[in-house]
Structures are given as C-alpha cells and as structure tokens.
C-alpha cells in the first residue's frame, strides 16, 4: 500500500532561514500529496497540495514540488518567520480509498 | 464561520468513568472522520462515518469505544470506562465527499482528555 515518510523534527532554525522538510512517498500511481499544518493547541489545516505529478502546491510562501522522479514532496520556504513554528504533516491517500496516509510530523521552531 | 466544532475543548475524567466527545461537522458534510493524537505524535485514525452509518472503525479499540454520526445532531466519540492511556487529543475532520483530488479534510481544534 501507499505509504509516506517524513523528516524528523524537531527543526530549528533562526529567523529568514530558509527551510526544507523532507517528504518521501510510495504509491501505486499518482495519487495527490499533500501538506498540513498544525499550530500548537489548534487542528489540523490544509497547507497546500499537488494533484499530479510535476504540480507545484504553494501557500503562505510555502512550496512543495510534486517529483515522480525521486518520489518527493519536500517542503520550501525561503524566509521562515516565528510564526512559522508548527507541526507539520505530509500526506497522501492510502491507495484509493477514503483515509490519508499521515506522515509523522516535523515540528518546526523559528527562534527570533 | 461554520467550521468543523468540537466540544468540549478540554476534559477531565477519573478512570472508569464515560467520555463523550461531540463534533458538528461543516455545514453540508456528509462524512466525519475521528483521530487521535498522543503528545509529540501524529495522527492515528480511528473511524470513518456518513450519517447513520459507520463506513470503517478499523482504526478504533474493540472495547471501550464507540462512534456514531446520526441523522440529525453532531457525531459522537464515546469512550467507557476510560484509562489512564485514553489521555489524548482527539480530532474530528469532515469533508463533502470522497474525492481525494480535492484532498481537503476540514478539522476540528480538538478536544483534550485527560484522564486521572
């Protein structure tokens, strides 16, 4: 089956860093990847998304490029600000059915 | 803004006693997914719902534990006799329907037990 898996936090980086998490997949075809964003003490939301392969997803000054190739979906940003510091999931669908493959979250913290 | 609502926020029980953890969907979503998450991990799913119906509790404990999305009113996460390692944040998303090109689940900010 489909499975994901993600960069282990914690990452921190300082203020206008420039950040990568990593996101590696396995998936029969060319299902859509997604990333989630989890601030602390709230739910889960949508980041941004890719639906085929070669699509960029992008939000916020977030990217995330959808590579068949090596089977990616690393997160970008240029410049992290503090406000940035959150969990962060990868995640696609578990091979045609309803429920998304989570990846194991990165949490992220941006000192100022 | 109509979003997903969970309640309550927080709650605190001892152990033996009976959880009930409400989720009102947005509005026109027919389908309720439960998740748990334990401190400093992700998500783990539990069950999957339509109204009146229960789609798939693979992900959900055999005792204990019960779901239910009704015709009308929120879904509900019922957990008896509850333990020590109940303590966690559970989450309900909602969505419009099973198109995963669209992907999006709507989530809930989580209710919190805690359990004595």
């Known amino acids: 089956g489909n499975s994901v898996t993600q960069m282990e936090g914690p990452v921190t980086l300082s203020e206008e860093a420039f950040l990568t998490i990593n996101c590696t997949y396995t998936?029969?075809?060319?299902?859509?990847l997604f990333w989630y964003v989890q601030y602390p003490g709230e739910g889960l939301q949508l980041l941004l998304k890719?639906?085929?392969a070669d699509d960029k997803g992008s939000n916020k000054g977030f990217e995330a490029t959808y590579r068949k190739e090596t089977t990616s979906f690393h997160l970008e940003k240029g410049s992290v600000q503090v406000s940035d510091s959150a969990v962060y999931f990868c995640?696609?669908?578990?091979?045609?059915?309803?429920?998304?493959?989570w990846g194991a979250g990165t949490k992220l913290i941006i000192k100022p | 803004n109509a979003g997903v609502m969970q309640n309550p926020r927080h709650l605190v029980r001892r152990r033996g006693q009976e959880a009930r953890l409400r989720c009102s969907p947005v509005?026109?979503?027919?389908?309720v997914y439960w998740y748990r998450q334990l401190p400093e991990e992700g998500l783990k799913f539990m069950v999957y719902?339509?109204?009146?119906?229960?789609?798939?509790e693979s992900g959900m404990p055999k005792e204990r534990f019960s779901a239910e999305f009704p015709k009308e009113g929120p879904s509900i996460l019922r957990i008896q006799q509850v333990v020590r390692g109940d303590s966690a944040a559970y989450f309900c998303?909602?969505?419009?329907?099973?198109?995963?090109?669209?992907?999006?689940?709507?989530f809930g900010e989580g209710s919190r037990l805690t359990v004595l």
């Open positions: 509005k026109g979503h027919s389908h």
């Open positions: 719902l339509q109204k009146e119906n229960i789609i798939d």
């Open positions: 995640a696609l669908p578990a091979g045609g059915n309803y429920q998304l493959i």
């Open positions: 998936a029969t075809g060319y299902p859509s």
């Open positions: 890719a639906t085929k």
């Open positions: 998303a909602s969505s419009p329907s099973l198109g995963w090109n669209t992907g999006e689940l709507f």
